[in-house]
């Protein structure tokens, strides 16, 4: 079991965010209070990833075009060079992160109860008890392929969010070790040395436990609803909650994805053309 909690935000600095975000900090210190905790910024993020991946940092990580895709990003490499916990900061824990030894010596995800969603496996939770394990490296490699075969038009939740952890994991489960390795080399070659030799457990918890809120199920008024009995009325949504609950989420949604005017429209296909052309030539020469 790895007993760190990290978190996201802009600066390190919670005084001008939204209000539930300290309330989300101080949440996961006050039900774990033997675990390290870490609030890192954006300039954290760019630099852990520089130094750990420096070629995927100047290829893909540093051309994303929202901050949140890099934010995305950034926690599946902490999961798998550091491991431990990461929670939105929209999200608050109400009971200790105390599950059997079994599951947390191994991956830990959420899901929702809309088992329908292309989303329902979402990137706003993660744990990892053990680093170095391929899945994170799979996800990785998996979303570097899909920024590579991106015509410019795929949103962030396709690319870097809970619609590519939901298919990578399980894609990821009808793959076997070598073919898993390739795919990791062919995408992300600078990360094969250091995945470990054993591939960890992954569980699956139900949707009581983190997601009681569904956001793919809800509109944005009953959304509104729960999070102002949260902050007004200092109520949780106790008919949607069950003994496994340790942690709800609001989603708040406070990223943005900005405009992209011309340039960036002509830079993201000519990246397509490019390399959609490099892997016609490849094909041709073997």
């Known amino acids: 079991m790895i007993q760190n909690i990290i ?129 994170w490296a799979y996800v990785l490699a998996e979303a570097e392929k899909r920024f590579r075969n991106s015509k410019g038009f795929d949103g962030a939740e396709y690319l870097t969010g809970p619609a590519l952890l939901t298919s990578c994991f399980y894609s990821y489960k009808g793959l076997n070790t070598d073919e898993c390795l390739d795919h990791i080399q062919s995408f992300v070659p600078e990360i094969c040395d250091s995945i470990g030799t054993e591939s960890a457990e992954i569980t699956i918890l139900e949707a009581q436990a983190i997601y009681p809120i569904d956001w793919t199920t ?29 942690c709800i989420n609001y989603w708040t949604h406070s990223w943005e994805i900005p405009e992209r005017d011309l340039w960036v429209k002509i830079t993201e296909r000519l990246r397509w053309i490019r390399n959609t052309t490099s892997g016609k030539l490849k094909g041709s020469k073997a």
Not at 32 to 53: A, E, G
Not at 219 to 241: A, F, G, I, Y
């Open 7 to 135: 978190q996201t935000w802009k600066t390190e600095d919670l005084s001008d965010a939204n209000p539930l975000f300290r309330i989300s900090s101080e949440s996961w210190q006050a039900q774990n209070p033997l675990w390290k905790y870490s609030l890192v910024d954006d300039q954290f993020l760019d630099t852990y990833v520089k130094q750990h991946l420096p070629k995927f940092h100047k290829s893909t990580f540093t051309k994303y075009q929202a901050q949140i895709q890099r934010v995305d990003i950034f926690r599946i490499i902490f999961m798998f060079f550091d491991g431990g916990l990461y929670s939105d900061l929209d999200a608050e824990a109400i009971a200790p992160f105390d599950l059997p030894a079994e599951q947390t010596r191994g991956i830990v995800l959420g899901s929702l109860a809309n088992k329908a969603s292309g989303q329902h496996i979402p990137n706003a939770f993660l744990y990892a008890g053990t680093i170095q394990d391929r899945f």
């Open 218 to 246: 809800l509109s944005p008024e009953k959304l509104n609803t729960h999070l102002r009995n949260r902050m007004v009325d200092k109520k949780l949504p106790v008919t949607l909650m069950n003994e496994s609950t340790f």
